[in-house]
């Protein structure tokens, strides 16, 4: 097998235990997160890193894969590990299970993207940022990255920091991009990472990819023109509800 899907999902969240099985328009929102991503064409596998036997029951019911993994995992990536540890897989693909959004087109372009890549041994997506407000949004995880397509730094601060003025009429604005938290790695490199120590960035802006860059490792950055929102509240909810209900239209 060369490529597996992996969704974490997990029951405990401090501000909305069990989202994952939230009512989102009549279908818990990781079978909405399965079923896009059982459209994906790159994917020869695909299943649900569970915690909670809850979670199990609801996957298998509406005929999803899922597996068990240890509750005391530290985080999603930790999960995948363990899920891929005894499998013959080139690459990994982390499908956040509280993204309802996922386009099947995204995960397939993050897979080739990380199959032809030479220098990278992960791969994440980028979107340009729209509505100025997520620049302020600390929720909103923004990315710089070099001409070649990699990560030089992801921040909950807008970054690039724009000092120009009305009076600087010559200069543009500077294209702000937000992270779209799915990653794909090759298995070999997963476990490279998952060994790492926590880096004083990681621990400073609480995010986890900051550890690859700090060590010295490349991230390729794949852009998309989809959104993503992450179930993570009530309001969340209501607002990807909306979302797929205009869809419809």
Partial sequence: MKTIGVIPARWGSTRFEGKVLADLLGRPV????????????????????????RIMKVVEGFGGKAVYTSPDQPSGTDRLAEVVNPMDVKIVVNIQGDEPLVKPIMIDNLVMSLDDEKVAQMATMIKKIDDDSDLTNSNVVKIIFDKSGYAIYFSRYAIPYNRTTAADKDKKKPVYYKHIGMYAFTKDFLFTFRNLPKSALENAEKLEQLRVLEYGYKIKVVETKFDTVGVDTHDDLIKVKEILLQERQ
Wanted: glycine letters at 0%; hydrophobic letters at 40%.
């Fill in 30 to 53: 990781v079978q909405h997160v399965w079923e896009n991503a059982k459209k994906a064409k790159t994917l020869d596998d695909l299943v649900v890193a569970c915690d909670d036997e």
